[in-house]
């Protein structure tokens, strides 16, 4: 995130590059937000509601409303303008570079923050661990039995928390356990708790229009979120059998 120095002196001057692409991908990422989400970008870029409205409309999106989506929804700037199909892994220098690029010299991250601080510490890292080669040791006279694992309880354990996951039923498609595949099962059971009546009302009423939108927000955003990207897989198993 740069620093809100730098922000404010952005120029208030169209800087996408492909009109009909800016408006469709800012309306693809802007349409499915919810209220908290939206009020965050808006926050970020010192705007008003009616500018993003603008950029979806006829594509013309300033420096700030780039940043601010960039950085709230972690989404490469050039993307944005219409400068490139596809997306780069976000990450601050992607911000820095794009500015540069518009002439803007100086540019400085903000410092961070206890969430920024926070967030890097909680997300999870994969890593590989490499095992040495066993290695023979000869002892004289001594020999170890190797350990006796008792399985049952872990067994008993599994099959308690299986046979919960079957008693689930859901209030969001008519679907039941033994149609989901296991690995997306737990996250099938998560959001059928999640899901009240008002809410799955609000997705009865959904357009065909505005179903598509946001079926494409969440391709764009499941390359940067692991969860929306678990949630995807569900929506398309559901959608296809």
């Given at each position: 995130m740069i620093d809100q120095d730098t922000m404010q002196e952005l120029k208030q001057v169209n800087v996408s590059k492909d009109a009909d692409k800016t408006k469709e991908r800012i309306r693809d990422l802007w349409k499915p937000l919810s209220k908290d989400k939206r009020q965050g970008i808006l926050d970020r870029a010192?705007?008003?509601?009616?500018?993003?409205?603008?950029?979806?409309?006829?594509?013309?999106?300033?420096?700030?409303?780039?940043?601010?989506?960039?950085?709230?929804?972690?989404?490469?700037?050039?993307?944005?303008?219409?400068?490139?199909?596809?997306?780069?892994?976000?990450?601050?220098?992607?911000?820095?570079d794009f500015l540069k690029g518009l002439g803007y010299t100086g540019v400085k991250k903000a410092p961070p923050t206890k969430k920024s601080v926070k967030k890097s510490i909680e997300k999870p890292v994969k890593t590989t661990v490499k095992t040495a080669a066993p290695v023979s040791v000869a002892v004289e006279d001594t020999k170890q039995e190797p350990p006796i694992c008792d399985e049952t309880p872990e067994t008993k354990t599994t099959e308690s928390a299986d046979e919960s996951i079957k008693n689930t039923s859901s209030t969001m498609t008519g679907l039941t356990f033994k149609d989901i595949p296991s690995d997306l099962a737990s996250l099938y059971i998560e959001i059928s708790k999640e899901m009240d009546k008002n809410t799955r009302n609000k997705i009865d009423k959904l357009s065909e229009e505005d179903f598509i939108l946001l079926l494409k927000s969440q391709f764009i955003q499941s390359n940067f979120d692991s969860d929306r990207e678990n949630r995807l897989s569900l929506v398309k198993y559901i959608l296809v059998n």
């Open positions: 010192g705007l008003k509601q009616v500018t993003v409205e603008r950029a979806y409309t006829n594509g013309s999106a300033q420096a700030k409303l780039i940043v601010a989506f960039s950085e709230v929804l972690e989404v490469d700037p050039l993307f944005l303008t219409g400068q490139a199909d596809e997306q780069r892994a976000y990450t601050d220098t992607l911000v820095i």
